[in-house]
């Protein structure tokens, strides 16, 4: 039996309405009258062992045949069965027949949700000023406060009744628009007077807000219900809607008419979501992004649940019972042990660049599960999952971290080289992950990192007009195009580094509007104890109480943070982790220093308190960037009966290139590997490479099984041939050719075809260099898909008795570690000045904005001479536009070598060379100058170095 759990009184009142409609059918444990449901919840609260209860009136057939047989049936009478196991919620339609009612609740959820550690303040609390204010008028006069006025996908939305919005993961573009724009429009409080806007975003919003309230379905539902999206993944199409609901109570005010209507449907939503969920589980992209519903349930918890507590914490738990396992993902495990992948065979988090696209290695999705653990530990309270939040940050970093401060991701996880991308929807969401996460536990980190990503990441994809963003952006990137047929991602498409209005895919047009206006809602919180925290900083005011806050500031492109406070409270200030040598004086009076990475208390008397802040940033070099060390290569060894080469896994035995990539196969339980695009040529390299110890290579046999895409085309359809390579991968042979390979198709998908045998011999190709054996394709009009089984692609080699004379080469060892130098100061990173040449791809109407292309003639191949001092210079930069790049804030000089060995590939600049790097063929040292990576469209930002 379990202990005896008493839940305070003050939590009785909110939760002993149960949910409504449901009963809990655990082991029983004992049946008792109670007259009305609150009765029920008091008895399990006194009764040990109890953990669940379920309440049925008079007027229901289980309570009316009991208290009948009783002799106790009576107009007021209504039984109470408590169970002594944590049976989920069923809905029962007989508590809907004949006025039966019935109820039911969990005795642990009375306890709540563990409170957050910093509050949020009420949406518009906040007023930015000075820089931050600009910046926020630029986003709404640039693409944000237009997109409603000529981008299908939000101005002709089925959300509003339109006809657009059909891509993706589900009607996801209007919603994730919505998300930003309502935070945005709050900021900024309707059209400013002193400066109007271009575009009215009040009366966008507001348009939308109603459309939606009006249209919801009498069942709870919002938005269209056309299941698109598929069986399990409806779901996801409306979270961002819910948000934007909640988000639209919280600033008109959650107890004014329009607050209670929004957070009413947004309770009637869940509850539909929750019902269907009983019936359809989660599936594709609603299982991975299961902890944002978890999210939103209990964002509704904290700021309205309308007496609806035990149907809200019931669909939570349901949510979670679903979901992705990020946590056992994320540990390596390799099998499940939480949601719905208890017991089953689960995925490891990979530790370098993947081949192909999966759910679980797509980068946005991860940026979105990094608050998972975090989101999760309110309702399980488990140290575990508060461990698991700093774990998952850890894995990031340490295989895939970038030095702008996220990880790469293009558009699945691609390793730690420098010219790898990272999607501007993974940027938001990573930011807003990180936020949440410190309001749960309270640590500084979070907002370190946060702040990082928010003055590099975000304004280094986006033009300082924000009327054109990238998809990808890179660390190193020394060009931004459209129409790239080469390129070093491996997941995502050629237009992808582009700037414009939707480049690769227009997920990212629509979210990134969120990321500022909740990042100026995240510079503020309150303690539980009234305690007022200043999380970033950033120029602002904000009353909160009767306590008014003042922020003046030009940081992060200044140094010094004034802080004026009218009225008695304790403040909290973070002191970012990289300022070690901070200080501080309390109206004139001492200098302070401070300890970095921590939140400093100043008790402010009712009086005016004036803090001074001086962070007294410092130039900072971090080495380590880049590729680590790399693994032995694989070797196939010279054996007088031949051997079998490697295949069972494409990340591990297959280099992709030319746009190759790994797939989802039709085959459960099987891999496939990908051709590319229509009109590509591309390759699959068998990773191995083949030793043969001066002997000839002599044979080379295997199969394979395809199917062909972008059918039912019969002309030009797409082929393969089988190669043989050198050391540097260049085609010494062409082996086999295929004929044209377009009879079993993936578009109308009956079977792969049977395996189709490939047997070269008498090959005589010197064998003392290594060789490797490549697959090439030529797509033509069409595409291919090749199944990998679990046991491979069977290869076989064979090599013949005798030498030849070319003795046994060198095997290729593991490449050393990049350790690459990113220079900084304060959050912000510094990259060399490219001066960008620029193109026009597209013009839109009605407005001229454009698509373009970007290059440089700048030299970009420098290594920093680190044992020359670098110096920092203030600039005025540009009132209006904060992240301008042709008016930058400040710069650093700074000396350096040209590396003429240190070039470009795929239409990218190369990793760089190993550091401390042999300077005996570079360039005289010359002075470079390095700008705010956040003022760039394309920089160079992690640099080889020597002594």
């Not at 910093?118 to 006069?141: D, N, R």
């Not at 929004?262 to 979501?273: F, H, P, R, S």
């Not at 461990?387 to 790469?408: C, N, V």
């Not at 003429?900 to 040292?925: F, I, K």
Request: charge should be negative; glycine fraction near 10%; charged fraction near 15%.
């Amino acid at each position: 039996m379990l202990a005896l759990l008493v839940v305070p009184l003050v939590a009785q009142t909110a939760w002993s309405d149960g949910h409504h409609g449901t009963a809990r059918l655990g082991t029983a444990l004992k049946e008792v009258t109670a007259s009305e449901p609150l009765h029920c919840f008091a008895e399990c609260n006194q009764t040990n062992g109890c953990t669940a209860w379920t309440w049925y009136a008079n007027a229901c057939s289980e309570t009316h045949a009991y208290l009948n047989s009783q002799g106790k049936l009576s107009s007021k009478s209504g039984l109470c069965f408590l169970t002594e196991d944590e049976s989920p919620a069923i809905y029962k339609d007989s508590c809907h027949k004949d006025g039966c009612h019935c109820t039911s609740g969990l005795l642990r959820a009375a306890q709540g949700l563990l409170p957050l550690v910093y509050k949020p303040v009420k949406l518009g609390t906040v007023k930015a000023t000075g820089w931050l204010h600009s910046q926020l008028k630029v986003m709404a006069s640039g693409l944000s406060g237009h997109l409603d006025l000529f981008w299908d996908d939000v101005m002709d939305s089925v959300w509003i009744g339109g006809k657009a919005d059909h891509s993706g993961a589900g009607h996801e573009r209007g919603p994730y628009w919505l998300n930003g724009m309502v935070p945005l429009a709050a900021h900024l409080n309707a059209t400013d007077p002193q400066s109007p806007l271009t575009a009215k975003i009040n009366d966008q919003v507001n348009t939308w807000i109603s459309y939606i309230l009006d249209h919801q379905l009498a069942s709870g539902w919002l938005g269209p219900d056309d299941g698109f999206g598929g069986a399990g993944n409806t779901y996801w199409n409306g979270w961002n809607v819910a948000a934007s609901l909640l988000s639209y109570a919280d600033a008109q005010g959650v107890d004014t008419p329009i607050g209670k209507r929004c957070g009413k449907a947004v309770i009637d939503y869940i509850a539909e979501v929750h019902r269907r969920m009983a019936k359809t589980p989660t599936a594709s992209w609603s299982q991975n992004r299961w902890q944002d519903w978890v999210y939103i349930i209990h964002w509704t918890l904290d700021q309205d649940a309308q007496g609806q507590e035990q149907m809200l914490f019931d669909a939570a738990e349901q949510t979670q019972a679903q979901s992705w396992d990020w946590d056992s993902y994320y540990e390596q495990t390799g099998v499940g042990h939480s949601g719905a992948f208890v017991g089953k065979p689960l995925p490891k988090f990979p530790e370098t660049d993947v081949n192909g696209w999966t759910m679980y290695d797509h980068g946005v999705n991860n940026a979105m599960g990094t608050k998972s653990c975090s989101t999760w530990y309110r309702t399980s309270r488990n140290q575990s999952d508060a461990k698991a939040a700093y774990h998952k940050i850890e894995m990031q970093d340490k295989y895939h971290g970038q030095p702008h401060g996220m990880f790469s991701a293009d558009e699945c996880f691609g390793g730690r080289a420098l010219n790898r991308g990272i999607e501007l929807c993974a940027v938001v969401e990573q930011m807003y992950s990180l936020q949440h996460m410190f309001r749960v536990h309270g640590d500084a980190m979070f907002l370190d990192r946060s702040e990082r990503i928010a003055f590099n990441a975000l304004p280094g994809t986006i033009t300082g007009d924000m009327w054109q963003h990238q998809y990808l952006q890179q660390a190193n990137e020394i060009n931004a195009l459209y129409g790239q047929n080469e390129h070093p991602w491996k997941t995502d498409g050629g237009d992808a580094t582009g700037f414009g209005v939707e480049p690769n895919f227009g997920c990212c047009t629509a979210n990134m509007q969120q990321g500022w206006p909740k990042f100026v809602n995240n510079l503020v919180f309150e303690k539980q104890d009234g305690t007022i925290a200043i999380g970033m900083f950033a120029p602002f005011k904000a009353t909160i109480g009767k306590v008014l806050i003042e922020v003046n500031t030009t940081y992060p492109f200044g140094d010094d943070v004034q802080i004026t406070v009218s009225g008695q409270t304790s403040l909290e200030i973070r002191i970012p982790s990289w300022a070690n040598e901070a200080s501080m004086t309390v109206s004139g009076q001492g200098n302070v220093p401070l300890t970095n990475g921590t939140l400093e208390t100043v008790h402010c008397s009712s009086a005016e308190t004036t803090i001074l802040l001086k962070l007294n940033p410092k130039i900072r070099i971090e080495t380590g960037w880049g590729q680590p060390k790399g693994q032995p290569a694989s070797v196939v060894p010279y054996s007088d009966a031949g051997a079998i080469v490697n295949t069972s896994d494409i990340s591990r035995d297959f280099v992709l290139k030319d746009g190759a990539s790994g797939a989802g196969s039709k085959e459960p339980g099987h891999q496939d590997i990908r051709s590319g695009d229509p009109g590509g040529v591309s390759m699959a390299i068998l990773s191995s490479y083949l030793a043969g110890d001066g002997h000839y290579l002599d044979t080379v046999t295997m199969s394979y099984r395809y199917v062909a895409g972008y059918s039912p085309k019969k002309i030009n359809g797409s082929t393969l041939s089988v190669v043989i390579l050198d050391g540097n991968d260049e085609i010494i042979r062409t082996i086999y050719q295929s004929p044209v390979l377009n009879n079993y198709s993936f578009d109308n998908y009956k079977g792969y075809s049977p395996p189709i045998p490939v047997h070269a011999s008498g090959l005589n190709i010197a064998n003392g260099n290594v060789l490797r054996i490549g697959i090439q394709f030529h797509n033509n009009e069409q595409n291919l898909q090749l199944v990998v089984e679990p046991d491979g692609m069977p290869v076989q080699v064979t090599w013949t008795k005798n030498k030849s004379p070319q003795p046994p080469g060198p095997i290729p060892g593991a490449h050393k570690a990049t350790n690459a130098a990113a220079v900084l100061r304060g959050p912000l990173l510094y990259g060399i000045k490219l001066q960008p040449n620029i193109s026009v791809v597209k013009t839109w109407t009605p407005f001229n904005n454009t698509d373009i292309d970007i290059v440089t003639d700048s030299p970009w191949n420098y290594a920093l001479v680190l044992s020359k001092p670098m110096s920092f210079t203030q600039l005025t930069g540009s009132a209006d536009m904060p992240f301008s790049t042709t008016q930058f804030p400040n710069m650093i000089k700074a000396t350096a070598r040209r590396m003429p060995v240190w070039n470009e590939s795929m239409q990218a600049a190369n990793e760089p060379p190993s550091s401390p790097v042999d300077c005996a063929t570079c360039g005289a040292e010359e002075q470079v100058e390095l700008v705010p990576y956040g003022s760039t469209d394309i920089r160079m930002s992690a640099l080889p170095w020597l002594m």
